[in-house]
């Protein structure tokens, strides 16, 4: 485990979302100028500025996209519906792909209108991995499964904590289907620290960590709430022990910060960089 603070910085990543009033080349340049070597993009502004052109605009400026988001939203009963999303999420595996990263986020949707099945809704997410874990490797892509904070069960996530996550990753090979650590989504689960545990690699297999992202836990929250996450530092999640345990199950990859919150979008986006490199170097370091 490495606290050299170079080494660590390298690692820094910036979502895409973080700094939305950016638009793609604004992001592109915005973090080449900043030292900022990797990038976590987001389908719908991707899409509309053009996968390859996208992927190219990104390499020429020396960066690497850290991640694709998102797919998922596996957990619809309707036989069309759920032949749609496993559609639109093999075009999101051809995009990663194109782009050039090996990481796909998956937030796996909530309960279907009039439901109260938790359970069988994760099985759904389970048929849906099962589906397209193979697809994905072909093309070198690994699915990040992500937990959501419990809020967000009924209508965007039914995976809450790492461990139901993990319970389902851990029906596929590792390298194939992974789980991504999100600070603002797992702070205030006290089992967390077994869970990054059991995260880790072993025998040779790579860690089912596939993404690490921070975002800090701040109140009140915004009516809404999904735009309510921290600046780093803010709130009420220690960082550096997220960034340390991660580390320990064996995960050396990319740092993203995605941060959702309107104040910083109405900044200047060189900054709000600015100020998430020092709060990096301060409060993750």
Known sequence: MSDDPSALLARLSLNQETVRQWSLPELADGCARAGVRGVG?????VQEY???AAARLVRDAGLRVTSLCRGGFFTATD???RAAALDDNRAAVDEAAALGTDTLVLVS???PAGSRD???ARERIADALGELAPYAAERGVRLALEPLHPMYAADRCVVSTLAQ???????FPAAQVGVVVDTYHLWWDDTVGAQLARAGGA????PRIAAFQLADWVTPLPAGVLLGRGQLGDGSVDLRWFRQRV???GYRGPIEVEIFQPALWARDGAEVLAEIVDRFRTHVG
């Open 41 to 45: 993009l987001w389908r719908a502004p």
């Open 50 to 52: 053009g996968v390859r």
């Open 79 to 81: 036989p069309g519906e």
């Open 109 to 111: 949707g909530g309960l």
């Open 118 to 120: 938790l359970a069988g």
């Open 165 to 171: 996550a993990l319970d389902l990753a851990e029906r």
């Open 203 to 206: 025998g040779g297999t790579p």
């Open 247 to 249: 580390e320990a199950a």
